[in-house]
């Protein structure tokens, strides 16, 4: 019997032991194990503390299952018949109370955090204040405080509460920035608060997490977390927008005139938050001070200059299912030279010079499509 | 009229059609009214569509072995998780359940039928001919691809203007009506013809909870009813139920879906749980440890499934308020369902286990649903289910609690009765192998599951990029599922085998406790010689044993006159065709084809009507000549 | 083997003294209470939020709606005197009663007709807002359960003409009845929750 219950209990420490270093193990970038701010961090906290209470009753249940089901086996030859037991009120009683001492224990902490991190979070002062709106398949972030409208890239200042308005344009989104808050649904018709706190910074990867048909896999965002002063940097370059002149670089400025010719400037805006906001734009992504940006298209890949190549190439070999219509047909022998140009352009965008932006993707610590902090 | 007796219903002369009287064929297996029979065309129908399912499956885990893949795209992808979803739900697992219920609760409570022969196979028909609707989407247009819950507003009209939604609306809503009419026959059946002596306390734990999943069909599948027509009427008539653009909420749907869809975890798990509660005290000798507090369990499980379907919606920013309530009424639930587990355990013990494969199944079914429920717990935490929900976190939850739930239960199931719908054995030998390679096939898939969840993994996404940590447990997951075919594929060789040259099963091939075993091998058409007489819980173990029971001698008086074998009819298959065409009529707005389905429709009523249950009775004595 | 049939069936064992189609009746409400509960429930949710007009307060007329509801519950006070007719084998009586509430159904959906005709004269189409499409579908929802309930009201009366019925045939109007009155009841629910409550 005690032999039994050694090896049964070996055999789950051993499983236990396994299972945490899987736990261990899984430390990629988009991780829910290895948060990134409060708010998270409370609500795995909250999962911890149920995984290891969890594991007493698995262990419990599956020890005595198995144990029983052994000791008890039907020997061969052993026709007889058992004593026929219907039920014990008094074990009843006592196994009735371990589920209610448990679901207990689970409940009252549960409770707190809940109200922790989903009450309503009144905007103060130092919030920063973002409205996120779900497109197919993008999001657009406006800080209507700032005067700032971008899509795909939340820049945030580290250690300020970011309170986020959000409700979709179209068909139901899921905002995810899975190492800095759990998500929260957006739905149009409704408005939905989420708030979280980076705690240092870095570059956080996020997704869309309800199905929104086509493009929904390639639905990514960046929470690009800075410390204060990058961040009044990132803000001055939206605030003090200066675009639309002359170009000096032939290259660049043949990339401007194609922004319009091709039709870019039908959908995308290049001139930041203004008051005639022309009405559709706001349905397809704001590219202003897009140079600025880490990713292309809608977080799926390194805003290099092969990349967005690609992307102006072939949309839909990029990103299957959405709406970015193809600019050149492939016998046009002008496409590569064209595209070269509009990538010089838009990469020129909120770009001092080459270097600056490279250097500042480097400090950010991205690379390849790992953006763990 | 005296308690109990209850006159015959009248006859009528009135006839449309001739009634049918094949008793084999194809014509017979149509126009049945047997509970015997159309319970074996209701797990035929779903093993058949769970091999759809499967298929849909495998190509799914093909296309998430690796990163950036696109064996399906996105679109086919969509379609595929939707239907596997679909399918596995409303046309594989309910309906076998269902299936097995419809031959065995009439067995197990001594009856000769349900109590309305023709509304049972009307059931099944409209089951079948709506799950056949649905997958004739495949070939006209693509299938739905919303989900399994398809989430307003992805499926207005504006965002989805292909057919596929139109046939997940009316399919559903067909197949629907016919799990709704056969909950309802149900409860009739199990209210009204149980044998002499067998009170609601002595009911096998099966008929139990096939009673309170038949209460769940009942009052769950309105909503979803309700809700399948308004997006219908959205789609077919221009209403405005769920377009945001004329102030629809979204939210509703997914109410009126999971004020259904929650208790229809429910219509799926308890069978399985009254399967279990049938299996394990058969093969460990001894009654069912905690009678009174499994079935109240069962019961209170089923009245809760009600007030938990917000805990599906915790991310919609219902408010903490909300969260805080039903998150605390679905950690209610673990009370009873923990109870179950121990009673399960406590049966075992002391007993004398006979690790048949149904019994290893049935025993694996107890550790994969404590592991399904207890990641249940976890996502009930609002807090929690914010970081993992629509992750394969809760990919791995629903598939531990519903396919390793249901699945590996009815597959104990299906070892358990084989035997007694078949007459012959299935090999132990082979069974064994099919359950390692199943349970393991299933372990290996499902559970890095979890891991990905974690690893921050969402579901329904067709591909995901390098790098993100996802790509050692999808390809673990996809070679699980090759295990998990291999061990299906056999268990079909092994089912061919058992026909081919299985053993004979005899009556009682496990020493069962219950009254379907005290009869022959398949069952007479008939089902009992005489009625059965019941003075205690596991009525044959009494009759068998009566030294190790305390069986009390019945006070109850009846008279036998004979057995009433109810006719056979063509107004069911009728009937369900006809609602089968209308919905294509639905599905392109064909309203002259409608038109013509209904008058079908109220003809078919009337004929029905007329018709009348019919059929003849043989008796006892007379049976044999 | 022989095969009798059921002309002089014997009674069968049950296991409680609820006829089957009774219980079954009972079943059937107890779902059909959920319809009605969703299609309610949906009304009361996307209440005063109808982007355009006409709204509830420009269209609906509580005093004619008064008469109709009246109509129909006094069809059931007729169900009521056509069953106790049934019992008692008072054939032209049962079948005076029974044709009153075929009838008296007739009568409501006729004003329901009626009803519906005025409103679309005024605007409020199932298309034009979210209170024409909720309104029509709850009440033509439940339209549709009186016109099931007239033809069968009528069926039965028929039927009286082609066999002879007696206190035996009462189950089944019994069963009629409780589907009637359920009708009626939820009538009484909606005229609550649709009428009243706009005015109060």
Not at chain 2, 117 to 128: D, K, T
Not at chain 2, 599 to 609: M, N, P, Q, R
């Amino acid at each position: 019997m005690v032999r039994w219950i050694f090896r049964v209990a070996a055999l789950f420490g051993l499983s236990a032991a396994l299972s945490s270093c899987v736990f261990q193990g899984s430390d990629g970038p988009q991780s829910v194990l290895h948060p990134a701010g409060p708010v998270a961090q409370e609500q795995i906290d909250l999962f911890l503390w149920t995984y290891y209470l969890s594991w007493i009753v698995v262990v419990a249940v599956g020890g005595v299952l198995i144990y029983s089901a052994l000791r008890f086996r039907r020997r061969p030859g052993d026709d007889s018949i058992p004593p026929q037991v219907h039920g014990n009120t008094t074990l009843e009683i006592a196994w009735t109370a371990i589920p209610v001492l448990l679901v207990i224990a689970v409940a009252i902490p549960t409770v707190r955090t809940l109200w922790r991190t989903e009450a309503f979070a009144e905007p103060k002062e130092q919030d920063i204040v973002v409205n996120v709106t779900g497109h197919q398949w993008w999001w657009r972030f406006e800080y209507p405080e700032l005067g700032i409208v971008t899509a795909n890239e939340l820049h945030v200042p580290v250690g300020r509460r970011v309170i986020l308005n959000m409700t979709s344009a179209d068909v139901l989104h899921s905002f995810w920035p899975m190492k800095l808050a759990g998500k929260r649904d957006l739905i149009p018709n409704q408005n939905n608060q989420l708030w979280f706190i980076a705690d240092e910074s870095g570059v956080y990867l996020g997704q869309c997490a309800e199905l929104c048909l086509g493009a929904h896999a390639y639905m990514r965002f960046r929470v690009i977390a800075e410390e204060e002063a990058d961040f009044e940097i990132w803000k001055g370059k939206f605030q003090d927008l200066q675009v639309q002149q002359v170009q000096a670089d032939p290259l660049i400025e043949q990339g401007r005139l194609l922004f319009t010719q091709k039709g870019c400037a039908t959908c995308h805006t290049i001139d930041g938050y203004a008051e005639d906001y022309s009405i559709g734009k706001p349905n397809f992504p704001d590219l202003t001070n897009f140079g600025l940006r880490l990713t292309v298209p809608a977080g799926w890949a390194d805003n290099t200059p092969e990349n967005l190549a690609a992307w102006l190439r072939d949309p839909q070999e990029i990103k299957p299912g959405n709406r970015m219509p193809t600019l050149w047909a492939e016998s046009d022998p002008n496409r590569e030279e064209e595209i070269d140009a509009l990538v010089a352009y838009l990469l020129s965008l909120g770009r001092d010079d080459q270097q600056q932006a490279q250097a500042s993707v480097q400090h950010l610590g991205v690379g390849g499509n790992h953006g763990s902090r | 009229m005296a308690v109990g007796r209850q006159p015959a219903r009248p006859v009528s002369e009135v006839k449309l059609l001739a009634r049918p009287t094949w008793t084999r064929g194809l014509l017979s297996w149509l126009t049945t009214v047997d509970h015997k029979r159309l319970g074996i065309l209701y797990i035929l129908a779903s093993f058949f569509f769970m091999g759809l399912a499967s298929i849909e499956a495998f190509l799914i885990r093909l296309q998430l072995t690796r990163p950036g893949l696109s064996i399906v795209s996105p679109d086919v992808y969509n379609q595929l998780f939707t239907m596997h979803g679909v399918t596995m739900v409303f046309l594989a697992i309910m309906p076998l359940g269902i299936g097995f219920a419809n031959y065995f609760m009439p067995l197990m409570i001594g009856a000769r039928d349900l109590a309305f022969p023709r509304l049972n196979a009307f059931g099944f028909w409209v089951y079948f001919l709506g799950a056949i609707l649905l997958y004739t989407s495949f070939f006209f247009g693509g299938a739905p691809d919303v989900g399994w819950f398809a989430y307003s507003p992805l499926t207005s009209l504006s965002n989805n203007p292909g057919t596929g939604t139109d046939y997940y609306m009316v399919g559903l809503f067909i197949g629907g009506i016919g799990t709704l009419v056969t909950g309802m026959n149900f409860i009739v059946t199990i209210i009204n013809m149980r044998a002499p002596g067998m009170t609601l306390m002595r009911m096998p734990v099966f008929v139990w909870m096939i009673l309170v999943t038949a209460f769940l069909i009942v009052f769950a599948f309105p909503p979803l009813t309700i809700a399948l027509f308004q997006v219908i009427m959205d789609r077919s008539f221009g209403t405005l139920f769920y377009e945001p653009a004329g102030g629809g909420m979204a939210i509703l749907w997914q109410h009126l879906f999971w004020i259904f869809g929650h208790p229809e975890v429910y219509i799926i798990v308890l069978p399985a749980f009254g399967a279990i509660s049938e299996i394990i005290p058969t093969f460990s000798r001894k009654p069912l440890f905690g009678y009174p507090i499994v079935i109240l369990s069962g019961i209170f499980i089923g009245f809760m499934g009600f007030a938990v379907w917000t805990h599906h919606m915790f991310t919609t920013g219902l408010g903490p308020v909300v969260n805080t309530a039903f998150a605390l009424t679905t950690f209610v639930i673990g009370v009873p369902t923990g109870l179950k587990v121990f009673n399960w355990m406590a049966t075992i013990w002391g007993g004398r286990v006979q690790f048949t494969t149904a019994m290893l199944f049935a025993i694996s079914f107890l550790v994969t649903f404590t592991i399904g429920g207890i990641t249940g717990i976890m996502l009930a935490m609002p807090p929690f289910d914010a970081l993992v929900q629509d992750s394969y976190f809760v990919v791995a939850h629903f598939h531990y609690a519903m396919g390793g739930g249901a699945l590996l239960s009815f597959l104990a199931a299906t070892y358990y009765w084989f035997p007694k719908m078949t007459g012959k054995m299935l090999s132990e030998t082979l069974g064994k192998w099919v359950f390692w390679l199943v349970a393991g096939g299933f372990y290996l898939i499902f559970f890095p599951q979890h891991f990905n969840g974690l690893a921050g993994m969402p579901r329904r996404i067709q591909t995901y990029p390098e790098g993100l940590g996802f790509e050692f447990w999808n390809v673990i997951s996809t070679i699980g599922t090759f295990v998990m075919a291999v061990g299906i594929l056999l268990l079909l060789y092994s089912v061919i085998l058992a026909f081919a040259r299985g053993e004979p099963a005899g009556n009682d091939p496990w020493d069962g406790r219950t009254l379907e075993w005290s009869i022959s091998s398949p069952p007479p058409y008939y089902n009992f010689d005489e009625m059965p007489v019941v003075n205690d819980r596991d009525a044959f173990w009494a009759q068998k044993y009566p030294e190790s029971v305390h069986a009390k001698p019945v006070e109850e008086e009846f008279e036998e006159h004979g057995i009433h074998i109810p006719g056979q009819s063509w107004y069911p298959v009728i009937m369900a065709g006809a609602l089968f065409i209308g919905g294509y009529a639905l599905i392109y707005n064909n309203w002259w084809l409608g038109i013509l389905m209904f008058a079908v429709i109220v003809i078919g009523s009337y004929g029905w009507a007329f018709e009348g249950i019919g059929g003849h009775h043989i008796h006892p004595e007379e049976k044999e000549a | 083997m022989s095969q009798a049939a059921v002309e002089h069936a014997p009674e069968h064992y049950r296991s409680t003294s609820l006829p089957d189609p009774k219980l079954m009746m009972w079943i059937f409400l107890a779902s059909d209470c959920m319809f009605f509960g969703t299609l309610i429930g949906t009304y009361l949710v996307y209440k005063n939020r109808s982007l355009e007009g006409p709204f509830p307060v420009d269209v609906l007329d509580i005093p004619i709606t008064t008469v109709s509801s009246f109509v129909l519950l006094m069809s059931s006070f007729l169900m009521v005197l056509a069953l106790h007719a049934l019992r008692t084998d008072n054939i032209p009586r049962f079948r005076l009663w029974t044709f009153g509430v075929a009838f008296f159904g007739s009568v409501f959906l006729g004003f329901q007709v009626f009803e519906f005709s005025t409103f679309v004269k005024e605007g409020l189409t199932l298309q034009q807002n979210l209170f024409g499409t909720t309104f029509f579908t709850l009440t033509g929802t439940h339209g549709i359960h009186v016109t099931i309930g007239v033809l069968w009201m009528l069926s039965i009366l028929i039927t009286s003409y082609v066999r002879p019925m007696s206190s035996k045939d009462a189950l089944y109007l019994e069963v009629a009845g409780l589907y009637w009155h359920f009708v009626d009841i939820v009538w009484i629910v909606i005229f609550t929750v649709i009428y009243l409550v706009e005015f109060v």
